[in-house]
């Protein structure tokens, strides 16, 4: 396994520029993913590091060499796509085996690491069957195990679940935790899907129109955004944003919402907070109902108007009007609410975010996490 290191790494195609002077080290044997939505440069920074891009400016290192001039074959990296890319008229081993053929592993060795690989991703009874003949989840470990014999000193994931349904997606995104929890692999996974980047990354590079919006663990993007694009984007359901004002009511400090409901802040949250508007975030489960009140430091009273409720099972999704916006609060499974409805929930005042509307940073300010 090796380190990887962009420095300075910019693309533009002509006069447009889409990724916009990257900075970023991958440790050996880490799993970082590159997550943000569609169109902010992820899977363009992915194929330069591959070497399917030219890259403009900067330079891209590998194991402490320079990569920018040397061509795919030679850089020791194996990739998983979105689609597979199993060649549909060879076996499953045929496929397993395939890059190491090309780069002349004697047979032997090629079967054994073949075999090996197979027994890893329990694919050993598949073997001698045409890829046709596997299913979606099957044939995605086909191409993980084709990456894995070639014992690559970088392994990139290119969105390789997206073309999974929901069961095989928890499914093979297991597998892969699993894979890269035994085996150390220095990884780069790129998605668009928040929920796989926080239940796989040691380290989650959040990026918004080609540059680098936030980096850290998955805890620290969920816990202290630095901006209001990662809070935005981390978390399913996503959090509640408000336009509110920070003021003080009896020399206490209080946050007011649109509606004229008030939150008494307390007073080490709010420290720092310039007096004024600001954008206010609180997460569906810190906004909740009276028996899912354990453990909330700080609760306050604040009334929602129902729209709807969505049973979760273990939850009931709670959406409807607050503080001036259409919210959501994570509450217990048998709560019972109608369209309508006024309902008395808690906010935990402690767990409020706060970010400055005309730059969208966190307040107070500080360096990002």
Do not use: W
């Not at 099957?138 to 679940?161: C, I, K, N, S």
């Not at 699993?178 to 692999?185: F, N, P, Q, R």
Request: proline letters at 7%; a positive charge; glycine letters at 10%.
């Amino acid at each position: 396994m090796a380190t990887l290191e962009l420095r300075g790494i910019t693309k533009a195609y002509g006069s447009v520029p889409v990724v916009h002077g990257i900075d970023l080290t991958v440790a050996d044997r880490e799993f970082a993913v590159l997550v943000g939505p569609s169109g902010c440069g992820k899977s363009t920074i992915l194929r330069m590091i591959a070497g399917l891009e030219d890259i403009s400016a900067g330079e891209l290192l590998i194991g402490g060499r320079r990569m920018n001039e040397v061509p795919t074959r030679r850089r020791n990296l194996a990739m998983v796509f979105q689609d597979y890319a199993l060649y549909p008229h060879m076996s499953v081993a045929a496929n397993l085996g395939f890059g190491l053929r090309m780069h002349g592993v004697p047979a032997a060795e090629r079967a054994a690491r073949v075999r090996e690989v197979a027994e890893l991703l329990q694919l050993a009874p598949y073997l001698d069957r045409r890829p046709r003949a596997l299913s979606g989840g099957q044939r995605q470990r086909v191409a993980m195990g084709r990456a894995l014999a070639r014992q690559a000193d970088l392994f990139l994931f290119d969105e390789p679940l997206s073309n999974l349904d929901a069961r095989l997606r928890i499914e093979v995104r297991t597998q892969i935790k699993l894979l890269h929890s035994s085996l150390g692999m220095t990884s780069v996974f790129v998605t668009h899907d928040q929920t796989e980047a926080m239940t796989l990354a040691d380290r989650i590079v959040c990026l918004e129109a080609g540059r680098i919006a936030q980096t850290g663990t998955p805890e620290a993007l969920y816990n202290r955004p630095a901006t209001l694009f990662v809070a935005g984007f981390i978390g399913s359901p996503q959090i509640n944003l408000f336009a509110a004002a920070v003021a003080a009511e009896g020399g206490a400090p209080v946050l007011r919402l649109a509606d004229g409901q008030v939150l008494p802040l307390p007073p080490g949250l709010a420290a720092g907070l310039p007096a004024g508007p600001v954008i206010a975030g609180l997460r569906p489960e810190d906004l909740t109902d009276a028996t899912r009140l354990a453990g909330h430091a700080a609760p306050r009273p604040v009334t929602l108007e129902v729209l709807l409720g969505e049973t979760l099972g273990s939850d009931l999704l709670v959406i409807g009007r607050l503080g001036g916006i259409q919210a959501t609060a994570r509450c217990a499974p048998d709560l019972k609410v109608r369209p309508g409805d006024r309902l008395t929930l808690h906010a935990d005042a402690a767990r409020l975010h706060f970010f400055d509307p005309a730059t969208g940073r966190r307040l107070p300010a500080e360096a990002p996490p």
